[in-house]
């Protein structure tokens, strides 16, 4: 599904200027999220979590406990919403799919040789097909950071596109890694070239890279859906991942969603957070507007 | 695959607005119900007992009742200023006159919460703005001139320097303690004494600073601030014994000064008016020029004589710029003042009031087409929406005429020589702004645009090391930085 007609010329993406969009992320935080409109978006923020584990020593045991997380994350509080979505490696998202049945949680796979990307395209197409396969419902691929770097943007493009391909009804996440990619000016190109060849979500970071998500990044990418919404018609959803593990934080970001794109993305449909101990935090902003106490982290299981 | 037109999309931006209420703590800052005029290092009533009422612009009830200063009061500020310059103020080593400068800036510090609260109640501008702006940045003044006081052979090397005497300052009622931190500060560093007035509508942080000078143990006479309207500010400027005067406010009564103090060997900095121009050009960064636009024109309710109150936007992006333009108003949170995420707060006076309202009323009369987010107000204080027009003429008196509230003029220019003379098309020469991501073009309009401060990709960026003041009807002098200085002294 490439919008051919108006694939645009990517070098004459709009610039950032570094300084005024920096000074527009910090305003953001200076809104002061109180009462209910506290609980509220503490709420929506759990419910477009990503409860995220990808590391080499994952087993279908920890995978399996995370699911269970995923499902009763608190269950001293009644009425808590589910996350969003569990996110695996491919070869964990089999176990993923059957311990979470039908609660309705998705099943997100990393793939495209995650993180690094460095594989060739058949590779990555195949590691693509075996984890929808599995029963995946999202895609979290990682762009070719080195083409892009190299002004290789036909390659870029042509990759999300093919990998789109192989994902089906799978929702596509396409990673910037902004980390690497270091500049505004290239985050808010590569933003433009994923959403232009099929991305269905755009994500800043893999985590494994440092800085993942900042709020700055994060709102060069969400401007960019904003204009590509306004000149296609279609949304895209944004997913910053890496380095937000606090309730406060995870208000922010809602803030600046809510400022930039408006109620329509205001849901796990078209915001994600990437992110594995954020959970937790907010579990216990929430106990603690209940209880009007702070609460001990051992009352919070781990994982 | 969504084939919708452009024109149907909107994003929809409800719910911005509901965020639960975050309200300052009024309690935190004591307001006196009267106060009396500080003469002396005493605060003493004044001669002809008259008080008159200061107003909360949000709410309308009233804060504290203001003494009026008549000619015998001014009189007797003056003598004291006098007699603190003759006897004391002068004679003092300048790292010693440093040290008080520095103290009263170390306790405006201590109290910025009490002076943001009170600035806020006072103005109607919002508690964000009192607290991250107006306090600490009159703070830095204190500071920056502090360092001055016994570097001054530096400031003018091979002359020498002398203060001129006793200053006579004006200011107005839209930054009122920061104001009164750009005239005393220079004033003090240079070996000045001062009569200061603050705007009859925006007092109390002058006379808390007052306070604080009361306090820092400030030689008595050395800063002497004295309230009242109109007729007091025309006591000061008349008075006989008076070396200097500095004056921020309208143009029109900058020119009444001028003619008062014509023949006389007073000499004046005069910070008046300004219609800015904002420009931008079609390769600028395009969201971070809307968000610049709207803090040069919605900073502070657009009680701003800086404010970039014109936009001039190259026509092949004109629409895509409105655009945004509509979409970032409709988040703006228009309301209580003293709420934490209020954005615009209350307009300064009612009389304010109807000025903005009348130019709204000339700008549809005139055919240019205003568009209004769809906020709800308060009912009671002064409030106006944030308000923009597009379709406006060079000849329309909303381009032309400082509005000085929330009213945005837009225009479309087609090349860089039409957008200068445009921009240059005005009585006023304040500031301006340029909005481009080429280097070569900032540097060719700076050269060329007739204002006092341009800002490029950046708009209402204040800072006490910078100079301020305007070319043209914006008046003469400079504020802050090492301009700021030469104001103050006599060189010889």
């Known amino acids: 599904m490439i919008l051919t007609k108006t694939i645009p010329d990517f070098s004459l993406s709009p610039h950032v200027d570094q300084v005024g969009i920096e000074e527009r992320a910090s305003r953001f935080t200076k809104r002061s999220i109180k009462n209910e409109t506290k609980l509220n978006g503490l709420m929506l923020a759990l419910n477009m979590i990503d409860l995220t584990t990808l590391e080499g020593k994952d087993t279908e045991g920890k995978v399996k406990q995370l699911c269970y997380k995923a499902q009763h ?71 070719s950071r080195g083409k892009f770097l190299e002004g290789e943007y036909n390659f870029v493009f042509d990759e999300i596109a093919a990998i789109k391909e ?121 106990m603690k507007l209940r209880t009007g106490v702070y609460q001990s982290p051992n009352y919070f299981s781990i994982d | 695959m969504a084939t919708k037109k452009n024109n149907t999309i909107k994003l929809k931006f409800d719910s911005t607005r509901n965020l639960a209420p975050a309200p300052e703590s009024k309690s935190a800052a004591k307001i006196e119900p009267q106060y009396d005029l500080f003469i002396n290092g005493k605060f003493e009533k004044p001669q002809n007992k008259k008080y008159f009422a200061t107003i909360n612009p949000a709410t309308e009830e009233k804060l504290s009742m203001i003494a009026e200063a008549n000619t015998a009061d001014v009189n007797k500020a003056v003598v004291a200023a006098r007699t603190a310059y003759d006897k004391t103020w002068k004679k003092m080593p300048p790292a010693e006159r440093a040290k008080y400068i520095y103290r009263i800036a170390r306790m405006i510090q201590e109290r910025a919460r ?81 009569v200061l007035k603050p705007a009859e509508n925006t007092s109390l942080t002058a006379l808390k600073l007052a306070e604080i000078i009361q306090e820092a143990d400030l030689p008595p006479g050395v800063v002497n601030i004295i309230t009242g309207a109109g007729t007091t500010g025309a006591a000061i400027v008349n008075h006989a014994d008076i070396n200097k005067i500095a004056f921020t406010g309208s143009t029109e009564v900058g020119k009444i000064i001028q003619r008062a103090i014509a023949g006389t060997n007073k000499k004046a900095t005069l910070e008046l008016g300004g219609k800015a121009a904002n420009i931008i050009f079609d390769d600028a960064p395009l969201d971070q020029a809307v968000e610049g636009v709207i803090n040069g024109i919605f900073f502070n309710q657009g009680h701003v004589c800086c404010a970039g109150s014109r936009l001039y936007v190259q026509e092949s992006v004109f629409k895509e710029v409105v655009r945004k333009l509509k979409d970032r108003l409709e988040t703006l949170i228009v309301g209580d003042p003293m709420d934490k995420n209020t954005d615009i707060g209350a307009i300064n006076s009612k009389a304010q009031l109807d000025i903005i309202n009348k130019y709204i009323k000339i700008g549809q009369q005139e055919g240019a087409e205003m568009y209004q987010p769809s906020c709800a107000i308060p009912k009671k204080g002064f409030y106006c929406r944030p308000t923009i027009f597009t379709n406006v003429a060079q000849s329309n008196r909303i381009a032309q005429e400082e509005i000085f509230g929330p009213v945005l003029a837009i225009q479309s220019f087609r090349t860089d020589d039409e957008v200068i003379e445009k921009a240059n098309n005005t009585p006023y020469g304040l500031s301006a702004g340029v909005w481009t991501d080429k280097g070569s073009k900032i540097f060719n ?31 003469y002098g400079r504020e802050g930085g090492l301009h700021g200085l030469n104001a103050y002294v006599n060189i010889i």
């Open chain 2, 114 to 194: 009490e002076f943001a609260i009170i600035e806020t109640l006072d103005g109607g501008k919002p508690i964000r703005e009192s607290r991250d702006f107006d306090v600490p940045t009159a703070a830095n003044h204190f500071f920056y001139y502090a360092g001055w006081a016994d570097k001054l052979e530096y400031a003018f090397p091979n002359r020498r320097t002398e203060p001129l005497g006793v200053a006579g300052q004006i200011i107005p009622w839209n930054f009122p303690l920061l104001m009164a931190a750009w005239k005393i500060a220079p004033a003090l560093a240079c070996g000045n004494t001062v």
């Open chain 1, 73 to 143: 994350l608190h269950d001293s509080y009644p009425g808590l919403p589910t996350v969003a979505a569990i996110c695996v490696y491919p070869s964990m998202v089999k176990t993923a799919k059957t311990a979470l049945g039908n609660s309705g949680i998705k099943v997100a796979s990393v793939a495209t040789a995650f993180p690094s990307g460095q594989a060739p395209r058949d590779i990555k197409i195949r590691d693509t097909k075996y984890a929808v396969q599995n029963g995946a419902d999202e895609v979290d691929m990682v762009i």
């Open chain 2, 445 to 475: 309009l700076t050269t060329k645009l007739r204002a006092g401060v341009i800002w490029a990709n950046t708009f209402n960026k204040f800072d006490p090391t910078s100079p301020f003041g305007g070319y043209k009807e914006s008046g």
């Open chain 1, 166 to 286: 192989a994902c089906g009804e799978a929702r596509l996440k396409v990673i910037l890694e902004t980390g690497e990619l270091v500049t505004y000016d290239k985050v808010r190109k590569a933003s433009d070239i994923a959403m232009y060849a099929g991305a269905d979500f755009i994500k800043t970071s893999t985590g494994k890279i440092s800085p993942a998500a900042t709020m700055p990044v994060t709102l060069v990418m969400l401007e960019a859906i904003r204009d590509f919404y306004y000149k296609t018609g279609k949304k895209i959803a944004m997913k910053p991942a890496g380095g937000i593990s606090k309730s406060k934080l995870a208000l922010h970001y809602l803030v600046m969603l809510n400022e930039t794109l408006g109620e329509g993305w205001m849901n796990n449909e078209w915001f994600r957070f990437g992110a594995s101990s954020l959970a937790n935090d907010i579990l216990m902003q929430l």
